[in-house]
Each structure stands twice: as structure tokens, then as C-alpha cells.
Nanobody
Framework: QVQLVESGGGLVQAGDSLRLSCTAS????????MGWFRQAPGKERESVGT????????YYANSVKGRFTISRDNAKNTVFLQMNSLKPEDTAVYYC??????????????WGQGTQVTVSS
């Protein structure tokens, strides 16, 4: 198993940037593809983006493409979500998750507790 802890959320203004971190403990981090997801009040959880085990393949939702960047540091057991040009509609609880399968099609079995991101207009 792997335990995930997110950090870096907060309250920012539209146009600002934030970087979320997700640190893993437990099994070897590099065997997991990682994903970032978010859930806004009254809405279903949605995928923000994913990164494969080696970090050389990434996927982004259309709504964040060009503004958000996922990266990982396997030596530090950490995955990052750099969020630039934030918009009020990016307001949500952000979760990181891990899968031992494919970053795109794998089942994300391990989840962090979430970190709140609030973007004011």
C-alpha cells in the first residue's frame, strides 16, 4: 500500500499561481502512476491530469491544459501540480491518487485526504 498526503492549497486571486505537492510513503513510489483530481461543491470529481511511472508521459484535462503542469520526483516520493493563471472555476478540493496500472486507464486505488484551493475573482 501507499499513503498519500497533499499540501500547498490555499486562497488566491484569479491569475495567481499555486503549487500542490503530494508526498507518498509506503511501497516504492516509482511503481505508481499518479493522478490529480478535483471536486468542486455540487459537482462530480474530475480528473485534472496524470503522469506515468517514469514521468515522461502526461495527460491533462482540456480545462487546465496550458495552465497546469504535473511533475514528479521519484527520489523524493513526491508528485507536484503547478497551477498557473488560476480561475475562479478552478476552486475545488484537489486530491492526488496512485495506481499501479496505466496512468490513463488504471484504477486509482490510493487517495490522499485532499487540499482546498479557492480562487477569488
Amino acid at each position: 500500500q501507499v499513503q498519500l498526503v497533499e499540501s500547498g492549497g490555499g486562497l488566491v486571486q484569479a491569475g495567481d499561481s499555486l503549487r500542490l505537492s503530494c508526498t507518498a510513503s509506503g511501497r516504492t513510489f516509482s511503481i505508481y502512476a499518479m493522478g490529480w483530481f478535483r471536486q468542486a461543491p455540487g459537482k462530480e470529481r474530475e480528473s485534472v491530469g496524470t503522469i506515468n511511472q517514469s514521468g515522461n508521459s502526461r495527460y491533462y484535462a482540456n480545462s487546465v491544459k496550458g495552465r497546469f503542469t504535473i511533475s514528479r520526483d521519484n527520489a523524493k516520493n513526491t508528485v507536484f501540480l503547478q497551477m498557473n493563471s488560476l480561475k475562479p472555476e478552478d476552486t475545488a478540493v484537489y486530491y492526488c491518487a496512485a495506481t499501479s496500472g496505466s496512468a490513463i486507464t488504471g484504477r486509482y486505488n490510493y487517495w490522499g485526504q485532499g487540499t482546498q484551493v479557492t480562487v477569488s475573482s
